[in-house]
């Protein structure tokens, strides 16, 4: 029985953690991408109504008066896309990040994320690169078959046979209840929400799993990419075969989320919209809206044509591992935190 | 009326879903890095037995079940109910087929049983353990094997059938595992 004040992974998997940042970070040195260190605590957050930040106040010495809020970054993103517009050229980070709310088998409120730029890449470069790191970086642990590269569109044609893009909302509404998803939203919810039902409880699941002709089951990495337009978040928006797409992709192994990947927005005034639409869904859900960071819109003015993905490291090494719980690869989840 | 936001789902929580009492099994969080949280759950219906899957939007709240496990000593069986008391309060109460179920086959007058009770009515009924039986019928014993060998088939007081080795005859106080059903060894006094 483990004591409470005991770590939770085991010395093998603490190891494991050392072993590959180590190898993460000489993956980085010999692409010449330059380590970069931005503040995990800041004056302002990302609206996103799905991402709740931990939130603080600063108190000046001798003094009893709290004053003004801030934030516990969810994500190095704002930061890291200022020292893009500054000149910096292609840069990593791996940092600590904290979300509010979330924990469970797959998640802690505090975990440790690999995010990186490419200056002058698309999404799909930078899928490449992320194959790679992720193939080289996983190789030695799990045996891997090759790489899915599908699109938002042909996974819901292939698992669920509609168009995510164009169907109806009364026809979304009849495959959820067919899902057995019936009574989970309000009719009257978005139909992003009727998508992400979905996507996590019926295309998920497959995605990163490969039934092999002679029955074996084995995993892979499988790159998700071109989401609906509505659910760019901090992406660019284009035409792919006369439809319009966000460019962004998601990582998935073992049918679990690894990562996300933009091809970077940098319109400010559209990215501004966004914020905006993000605080107005927030207002309507009643929680706390979030001011708008100046700094980082006045940089995505001047933010060069780049790609920037995450990688949670702690999923990461559950693949790695086999763990079937965060907590066997957290010296101390947040329980024993 | 009370209730339970998603945030507090955990396994053992007891939860009215369509009208039937539920016990949670496992509680899933499902929370895309962008995107709509929800809770996958595996419920056990505590009426039907069943086990079945849920999902709910995170943080919605959902109606708490009054179910509770009380420790009760079954005092006898009238033809229709099982009547069981409380052993400081002394209170009775009586349960039905539905809710006795399998346990019937264990149930031996004074012994200690796990009765759930639902808004006050018991709903489910588990033995002890653990019992100790009177062997009322099974072919003659086999004096002299005590290797454990082969087994036969015992009636035991209560009706329940259990295979017994050889050498148990009818009349003997057998101790078995109600959880499996099997036999455990002879009861010691």
Known sequence: MIKHWQASASFDLIKLRADTLRKIRSFFDNNNVLEVDTPTLSCATVPDPFIESFRTQYLPLTQTMQTDNY????????????????????????????????????????FTLLEWYREGWDHHQLMEEVSSLLNSLLIPYIDLTEADLITYEEAFKKKLGFNPHTISKPD??????????????????????FLELLFSHVIEPSLGVKNEDNGDIRSNICLLYNYPASQASLAK???????????????????MEIG??????????????????????????GIKQ???????????????????????IERLLMVMSQSEHINDVLAFPFERA | MASYNTNEFRSGLKLMIDGDPCSILDNEVVKPGKGQAFNRVKIRNLKTGRVVERTY?????????????TELQYLYNDGEQWHFMHPETFEQMAADKTAVGDANLWLKEQDMCTVT????NPLAVMPPNFVVLTV?????????????????????????????PLFIAIGEALKVDTRTGKYVSRAKD
């Open chain 1, 172 to 193: 979304l509404l009849d495959c959820v209840n067919h899902a057995g998803l019936a009574n989970v939203l309000n009719h009257d919810e978005h139909r992003d929400r």
């Open chain 2, 117 to 120: 009770l639902w808004n006050g």
């Open chain 1, 290 to 312: 979030i001011p708008m960071d100046e700094n980082f819109l006045e940089a995505v003015e001047n933010l060069p044509k780049c790609a920037g993905v995450a990688i949670g």
């Open chain 1, 71 to 110: 934030y516990l970054h969810t994500s190095p993103e704002f930061p890291m896309k200022r020292l893009l517009a500054s000149g910096s050229g292609s840069i990593y980070q791996i940092s600590k990040v904290f979300r509010q709310g979330e924990s469970g088998r797959k998640h802690n409120p505090e």
């Open chain 2, 136 to 164: 009322t019928d099974t072919d003659p014993g086999l004096k002299g094997d005590t290797s454990g060998g082969g087994g036969k088939p015992a009636t035991l007081e209560t009706g329940a059938v259990v295979q017994v």
């Open chain 1, 237 to 255: 928006t284009a035409l792919y075969q006369g439809q319009l797409v966000a460019e962004r992709f998601e990582v998935f192994i073992n049918g």
């Open chain 2, 57 to 69: 939007k995170s943080g919605e709240s959902v109606e708490v079940a009054d179910v509770m496990d």
């Open chain 1, 260 to 285: 996300n990947g933009f091809h970077e927005l940098n319109d400010a005034r559209e990215q501004r919209n966004r914020f905006i639409a993000d605080n107005r869904s927030r207002k309507q859900m």
